[in-house]
Nanobody
Framework: QVQLVESGGGLVQAGGSRRLSCAAS????????IKWYRQAPGKQREWVAT???????NYADSVKGRFTISRDNAKNTGYLQMNSLKPEDTAVYYC??????WGQGTQVTVSS
């Protein structure tokens, strides 16, 4: 059974940083692409960042230069380092692995 567990969310002031983690089990983590999405209240879920099995990364324009996606295959864990946070980054953040597997989400709230 595949399980993804996000952690690291919380309340942070604008300009601050936060690192999200996505711990995976029950899946061959190293061969799969990891993506982060987010969903703000009243909005559709949007893609944030991707890291492939080979380590290639891609970011939404709204987070480029501020967020960094990474992975540690030995720990079966993906990360999203978020810097220079803005109030508009407030959302529930979800990790996604192998397209069909989702975590439960972790809330990030950025206060102005």
């Amino acid at each position: 059974q595949v399980q993804l567990v996000e952690s690291g969310g919380g309340l942070v002031q604008a300009g601050g940083s936060r690192r999200l983690s996505c711990a995976a089990s029950g899946i061959s983590f190293s061969i799969n692409t990891i993506k982060w999405y987010r969903q703000a209240p009243g909005k559709q879920r949007e893609w944030v960042a991707t890291i492939t099995s080979g380590g290639s990364t891609n970011y939404a324009d709204s987070v480029k230069g501020r967020f960094t996606i990474s992975r540690d295959n030995a720990k079966n864990t993906g990360y999203l380092q978020m810097n220079s946070l803005k109030p508009e980054d407030t959302a529930v953040y979800y990790c996604n692995v192998a397209i069909i597997y989702w975590g439960q989400g972790t809330q990030v709230t950025v206060s102005s």
